[in-house]
């Protein structure tokens, strides 16, 4: 198999060598390659509205509405199911998108640039918790304070990035995880060095003092503030992965809601999907498994680089959301070297005795050992709007990674390479 | 080294396969590790054969 270690390994050096880095900020209209105002991005693999869960239609209405499109609920309904409105996952656009990851066209995105290889991801700012877009809440407060992050945050966090230069998201990551993150459900480390990087940036904008206020309370208010910038980091450190021949590294986890799906270098832009899994976990009071919706986001790009779920041994805090003792969580980051190729250079895990965080998902390891990847993960409920109702532990289907070790050794026969 | 001379010493225990095995063991303060051995693909035939292919390229 050494052609395909020597694969592998070209892989491994392009994830390994990523400088994911902030360059700026733009709208989506003039920055998403493809974007135009009938395209709804979303999470996950290609899905049609007909198929789409409760939480990714009511992004989808919500995104509607924000976007002018529609002056109501009903309105947007049935523009949503007309066949007017393009649907798209945000990954064949360079994005990234957390929960129902609905993107158009007026929406600011980040610019995340990998340095090592010239590409770029994109990603929305994070709306905060609560009755949020990506939970598939669509009322006017949601709108409204869509609304303000366009009209207020965007333009200062622009301007303020303009003034700071280029942000090195893969320093402030590696630094992060040696502080309690695990930049999928635990950002707290990484959202407090964000602000104290931009800080005084921030206050050089030509802005109202009482708008830059409003800036540092939100962004103080929102923990999760930068899994917007760690999921487009990831993304961006990976792509390129895809363009590896005969490589069977993953480069690609991501969920609709519906289905989950996977991409492999070898086998290109090919998903493969499965149904998404309902997620074993904690709930909040009121609510039980009865009320979640299956599997949901691009958030499991950070898995794939080999943070989140992969380095929970390094964020101990975390099983008091997902559930759990903090020795699972050192159970399940070692588990994770069982399918993986090689330990990051840059996220070194301190509760690991500093190993690197499990690098490089491969889908032979995977079938063989049958140990599938962990995803940590907030739980939506399965109706539009409600939020999000708890958080818990997940893995993608085997069958996601048994269809695509079947493709591969057809592929190779193809060539053949395979007697 | 005959089998009775090896159960007159202490003896440490690698267990694969059944768990209930190293459980046994423990009970009895014997000096054990469980190894979480399966078989390739969980037995599954097909993807064994998958892998297998893949095992014997060059």
Redesign the interface.
């Known amino acids: ?4 270690e020597d694969a592998n390994k070209k892989a491994l050096e392009i994830i390994q060598n990523a400088q994911p880095t902030l360059v700026g900020m733009g709208v989506a209209r003039d920055t998403i390659p493809g974007m135009h105002d009938k395209l709804v991005l979303h999470a996950g693999p290609p899905i049609t509205w007909e198929k789409m869960s409760g939480p990714l239609r009511g992004a989808v209405i919500g995104g509607l509405i924000y976007q002018g499109l529609a002056s109501n609920p009903e309105e947007a309904e049935k523009l949503a199911a007309s066949g007017e409105i393009e649907y798209a996952p945000c990954h064949e656009h360079n994005a990234v998108g957390p929960m129902a990851g609905v993107v158009t066209a007026s929406m600011p995105v980040f610019i995340i640039e990998n340095k090592s290889q010239g590409n770029f991801a994109y990603c929305t700012m994070n709306e905060g918790l609560g009755k949020v877009l990506r939970f598939g809440a669509y009322e006017p407060s949601v709108i409204k304070h869509l609304n303000w992050m366009e009209k207020t945050l965007y333009p200062i966090l622009k301007e303020a990035l303009e003034i700071y230069g280029p942000m090195d998201i893969k320093n402030l990551m590696a630094q992060s995880v040696q502080m309690g993150d695990e930049c999928h459900n635990r950002n707290k480390a990484t959202t407090s060095l964000f602000i104290r990087e931009l800080a005084s940036s921030i206050l050089q904008t030509n802005s109202s003092k009482e708008d830059q206020i409003k800036v540092f309370d939100f962004l103080n208010s929102n923990d999760h503030f930068t899994l917007n910038l760690s999921m487009p980091a990831a993304k961006a450190s990976l792509e390129p992965v895809g363009k590896v021949k005969d490589s069977t590294i993953v480069y690609t986890m991501c969920r609709n809601g519906t289905e989950f799906g996977i991409r492999v270098a070898a086998l290109g832009n090919r998903w493969f999907t499965a149904p998404a899994e309902i997620i074993d976990g904690l709930y909040f009071p009121g609510y039980s498994m009865e009320d979640a919706n299956p599997d949901i986001g691009d958030s499991s790009i950070t898995e794939t680089l080999g943070l989140g779920g992969f380095s929970m041994a390094t964020a101990p805090a975390i099983v008091q959301f997902v559930g759990g003792t903090s020795q699972d969580a050192v159970n399940y980051t070692t588990q994770m070297y069982e399918i993986t190729t090689e330990e990051s250079g840059s996220y070194k895990l301190p509760p690991m005795n500093f190993r690197g965080s499990p690098t490089g998902i491969d889908i ?1 390891k995977v ?4 140990i599938r990847p962990v995803i940590n993960t907030g739980i939506a409920h399965k109706d539009a709007g409600v939020g999000q109702v708890g958080a818990g532990v997940v893995n993608p289907p085997m069958k996601c990674f ?1 269809d695509a ?2 493709a591969y ?1 057809a592929l ?1 026969e193809e060539e053949g ?3 | 080294m005959s089998l009775n001379d090896l159960f007159a010493k202490e003896l440490k225990v690698v267990n694969m396969g059944l768990e209930s095995f190293y459980d046994d063991l423990k009970k009895q303060d014997v000096s054990a590790i469980h190894v979480q051995w399966k078989p390739s693909a969980g037995g599954d035939k097909k993807m064994s054969s998958l892998l297998g292919r893949l095992k014997g390229l060059k």
């Open positions: 198999m050494q052609f395909i032979r079938v063989d050992t049958q048994e070790l079947e050794v190779l390479m395979l007697e």
